[in-house]
């Protein structure tokens, strides 16, 4: 048994597992409740060593497990209308497919301009304020083919790269679709278990996957995961949160930029 974790662990000294576990705690509470978790654990993963290719698909081992426990609380919660969510989720899994196999064809240097770029532009429509919304379920005839093109082009970008991307289920479940941000939480994190998991395939399939480094961090991810599936911030917490994120952003932005 102790051979197995020394194993899982190899190439990972303590303050990298308590890095990863304390910093894919934070991410798991922030992806289910707003966006941008991936933002801290990406730049993490690059930091610890791992080529920018190797990061992006390690993390999605993270988001994989962080995505089912998140889903599987939901559900035993008494979430419902899941038969829309499935509906929601086909077009962006074939997004993901195609988005994870050009991950796998840019450049490290393309790649950590493109972060760059994602991690500004995500901070600041985290800032924007959330306007307030008439909101009503989702029913299947509201499901267009405009809703279910942005759904593919989500997936796309979720396939990715991944960071940021509860902004833009923001962007068209509460917006465009008007669902009420607990049901758009239960919907995000469901349709992003079901596309991670064929985009990690693909990430496994061109061997990218750090597992020793992907699945230390899902245990965080998975608690933090968990913990949000179950708290209802109040809006002072959420922005607490949001700034907090972005503050770490920043300086992430700033590492990566001068390196």
């Not at 008439?134 to 989500?154: K, Q, W, Y």
């Not at 064929?198 to 230390?216: E, S």
């Not at 965080?220 to 700034?243: C, D, H, I, T």
Request: net charge positive; charged share 10%; proline share 3%.
């Amino acid at each position: 048994m102790m051979s197995d974790v020394a194993g899982l662990t190899s190439g990972l000294d303590l303050i990298s597992v308590v890095a990863l576990i304390a910093l894919g705690g934070v991410a798991g509470f922030i992806n289910v409740l707003s966006a941008g978790g991936s933002m801290l654990t990406l730049p993490l993963l690059m930091f610890l060593g791992l080529p920018a290719a190797q990061a992006n698909a390690t993390n999605r081992v993270a988001i994989t497990l962080q995505s089912a426990t998140a889903t599987s609380t939901f559900l035993k919660a008494g979430a419902h209308n899941m038969g829309v969510a499935w509906r929601l989720a086909v077009p962006a899994v074939a997004g993901a497919m195609l988005g994870a196999w050009l991950a796998t064809r840019i450049s490290a240097e393309a790649f950590e301009s493109v972060l760059i770029v994602v991690m500004v532009v995500c901070s600041i429509m985290m800032l924007l304020p959330t306007p307030r919304i008439d909101t009503r379920e989702l029913t299947p005839e509201r499901i267009t083919p405009v809703v279910l093109l942005a759904m593919f082009g989500i997936g796309i970008y979720g396939g990715f790269i991944q960071v940021g991307v509860g902004v833009l289920f923001i962007v068209v479940l509460y917006r465009l679709l008007k669902i009420d941000l607990t049901q758009v939480n239960v919907f995000k994190v469901f349709i992003v278990l079901m596309y991670t998991l064929p985009a990690l395939a693909v990430f496994v399939f061109d061997g990218q996957v750090r597992w020793a480094y992907g699945l230390v961090l899902a245990v965080g991810n998975m608690s933090g995961a968990f913990l949000g599936a179950r708290v209802n911030m109040s809006p002072a917490g959420a922005r607490w949160v949001k700034w907090l994120t972005v503050a770490v952003i920043f300086i992430i932005v700033l590492k990566l930029a001068l390196t």
